[in-house]
């Protein structure tokens, strides 16, 4: 796929996070994704930093759109590990860019790594991914 029709079939396929305001992809190509992030208030905890599952949520959205790039149909490409580290607290102000990397498209699993990056640049999570790749049976 394109940037242009991930972008669309994310936005129509899971609206509940790309169809709101202060997420989009930027890239997708050749197994690597970017998108850009801005938390709102539903998605910190206390001390006003970004919540876990939100950059989770983030390394997920990334990884699928890194394989939505790749020629493979990868759109019934399920998560089956996520694996990730927190490095640092991440604050509430300014976007958080994701980037994913397919580091392996297998006919059955596929990894990827990811990493979010806060507005000065540092590594804020880092995370390895598997997900399972559909088996398309023949049609008889």
Known sequence: M?????????IAEFPQ????PGIAVDRAADGVAALHFTPGEEHLRPGRIVSGPTLMMLADAAAYAALLSLPA????AVTTNLNVTFLRATPADGAIVQEARVIKSGKRLSII???AFGADG???AHATMTYAMPIIAPVS
């Open 73 to 76: 149909d990868a759109r019934m």
């Open 122 to 124: 540092a590594v804020l």
């Open 113 to 115: 790594v990811c990493e």
């Open 17 to 20: 996070v790309f169809g709101k």
């Open 2 to 10: 394109t940037l242009d029709e991930i972008q669309a079939y994310l």
